[in-house]
């Protein structure tokens, strides 16, 4: 599982950490070699072996946390027990995040009352969460309601989870994608093609700046400059309260063959310099509203997150 | 000729006006078949089969104006003669690009007096041009005095003129080429790691609205953000003194294609729209300077492209 969410194979900020969940109750309820050592030894060495994957998206991190805790209340029990009870949690996360997908779509469509087109980056859909997605699920929603037409949809280089995965799943319900070329979204903006953007995020601070797929920062200062409103939605969870602003979110550097190479072809000189940021970092004062599971977050965000990360908390406490 | 135009295997504007004033000399020579017609109507014929080929790039339709002046001077005389002149006025306008493309490197390198690092765009080398280069000449030039250590290259999505010609140029010259998916550009801004954006252009209007790759727009918008200088980097015969402003500029749009398959590989699902411009239009308030053969023109554009033009118009007369 671990290699999966490496290699991208599981992505999508909500869907890794609920694989990273599963993947802990696999790690104790393997046990048939006995050089495989207590389930105690191999909880721990599952969790930081998952937590080496990916650095950017903070899910990951709260869903190894929940696990986490979870194990410590039950760990001197017997084994049964403990796989009964970290298959239990990691089933919570998932209906957390399934739950807090329709929650996203249901605070979120309003926003695009009376809207006809948006445009969106990545993919923020259903094979990137447990549930229906974070933003896209917004999209999907509005559209069913019958206002929202067309979906401009980023190809989202380098790995073009927007080609491959966005505009499938518009496809599916029916909404017409259309599919762009990222450094194409300006000149839809200017053209007042789209009147909304949509993204989802990887990891929120306090105050509201937000980690994203890579180019998310570029089409927000766009957006801003068109008088556009900008949208991230997430659940609650992917906000990390322990860090003050952006600055301090850890940003992957991805292999430079993800660019110099498409499907195997080589695209680009050999030996030439790559610099793959996977993520970059959109400042709060961007970001016209973030849409979570707890409600629509409004500036100033650090207050809205102050308040929607304490009934978070307790939320999660409840569940566990 | 035309068809290569079309399919972009002659591409970068300057380039296309040079290879479009051969093709015409090619159609006039090319009369082995007695059924080819008379001199004049092959010429007329070539000269409207190559005017459908690209829209965009004004320089295409000043080469065609230059041969068609010159065609005029001398169609009444005899076959040889009308074929040295226009043999004549292609060679001379592949002068002038080399030659224009010299005095941008001139003109240019300047303005990036004290920077170590710079960003651009698509392809504006000597695969573009007759020459050097325009905004890659600048660069080159600039690195060669010494001090520009680092070019970010844009891949210029869909069909990657950053990562295949760019990145290869600057390697030739020893430059360190970084290259960097087009979304990357503004977290490259945000992180102050260039000092400067340069591009090139295939059309200017009067007011300095400048028409050139897709995503052009977006950089400078990112630039303006953050407080980078941008600059365009063209000879004069590519501003089009008729259109008083970029929203006249006719923009291209190419086949899905080029977006949904890379080298024959699909990469989007059948049937998916798509929105294929070729360029945009960046506004002359995002721009800093424009670099000409003639001088850096400064705002306001249209006063200095106004004396440009009195001297750009008086230079092309004085070569036919």
Known sequence: VAESIRRLEIRGAPA???????ALVLAVQDHASP????????????????ATTRPTAVNLFTALKRMQTCFEAIRTTDPLRIHESLLGEARAIERDDREACAAIARYGAPLLKGVSAVLTHCHT????????????????????????????VDETRPLLQGARLTTWELMQHGIDAVLITDSSAGFVMQQRNTEAVLVGADRIAANGDTANKIGTYGLAVLAEKHGIPFYVAAPVSTIDPELASGGEIPIELRAPEEITHLRGVQIAPSGVSVYAPAFDVTPHGLITAIVTDKGVLYPPFDEAIRTVSKAGAANVERTV
Chains 1, 2 share one sequence.
């Open 16 to 22: 890794i950490g609920v694989a990273a969940a599963y």
């Open 35 to 50: 050089d495989a050592g207590t389930p105690e030894r191999r909880f721990r060495e599952a969790v930081s072996h998952l």
């Open 125 to 152: 859909g259903s094979l990137a969460t447990a549930g229906g997605g974070t933003a896209l699920n917004i999209i999907i929603e509005a559209a069913t309601r019958g206002r929202l037409k067309r979906v401009y």
